[in-house]
């Protein structure tokens, strides 16, 4: 099974790296992620240009804006965000998307920088409308264990509505386990959990849901 490793650090990008060069179905997306502003580096943005343009990464990412941490940098996420999104411009790849109580302001900058590249919105927790926008922009969206919890109803109404040519499933590994699995350090294999709770929710087969989310992601990382 494919898997996609992010990188949220430049101190763990080597080893995303390595791991796949020398594993075949494991594939890295590096990036700079707006929580972890006092780690990066001067030199990593351009560190990022260069793996980028050397063809060597499926998507740039985790990227993007987090304001609900408290006294979050808003004017250094939003530099940081806009530089990565003209890096993946330049190299033609699409981003992963980490977005909490930031969506219009993420979508904003998406329009305002002309960004067509696409994406996938990771662990997506917001409106319908906030997700019919980022379709609109080109990007898929992504449900994770979150949709597994009874009490989780915002995303859980949105997931059942969408189309599903528009959607992804990821584990979140090592966060955000299935409901089944609450408590535990999360897996890829709990990836099963994830669909069928996407599948009962919309009234779907399983093995539909998993055709279609699996041509999804692979149409826009690797075609």
């Known amino acids: 099974m494919a898997q996609v490793l992010p990188g949220v650090v430049r101190s763990g990008w080597e080893r995303i790296l390595y ?41 740039i990412g985790e990227i993007g804006l987090d304001y609900f941490v408290k006294n979050a940098k808003r004017s250094a996420q939003q530099e940081l965000f806009e530089t990565q999104l003209a890096i993946a411009t330049e190299s033609r790849l699409p981003v992963l998307l980490h977005v909490r109580k930031a969506h219009d302001q993420v979508q904003a900058t998406i329009r305002r920088l002309r960004y067509t590249g696409g994406g996938i919105v990771h662990a997506f927790n917001g409106s319908l409308q906030q997700a019919e926008h980022y379709i609109k922009l080109g990007f898929l969206i992504s449900v ?74 692979r149409h826009l990382l690797f075609a």
Do not use: M, W
């Open 19 to 59: 791991l796949s060069r020398t594993e075949p179905d494991l594939f890295p997306a590096i990036g700079l992620h707006p929580l972890y502003l006092a780690l990066h580096g001067k030199n990593d943005l351009d560190e990022l240009r260069h793996y980028a343009l050397a063809g060597k990464l499926v998507a």
């Open 144 to 217: 994770c264990g979150t949709i597994t919890y009874d009490r989780a109803t915002k995303i859980r109404s949105v997931a059942a509505v969408l189309p599903l040519t528009s959607l992804v499933v990821e584990t979140d590994s090592p966060d955000i386990p299935p409901a089944s699995h609450h408590g535990e350090r999360n897996c890829p294999e709990f990836l099963a959990a994830i669909v069928s709770s996407l599948a009962a929710l919309r009234g779907e087969e399983n093995s539909f849901v998993v055709k279609q989310t699996n041509e999804n992601a």
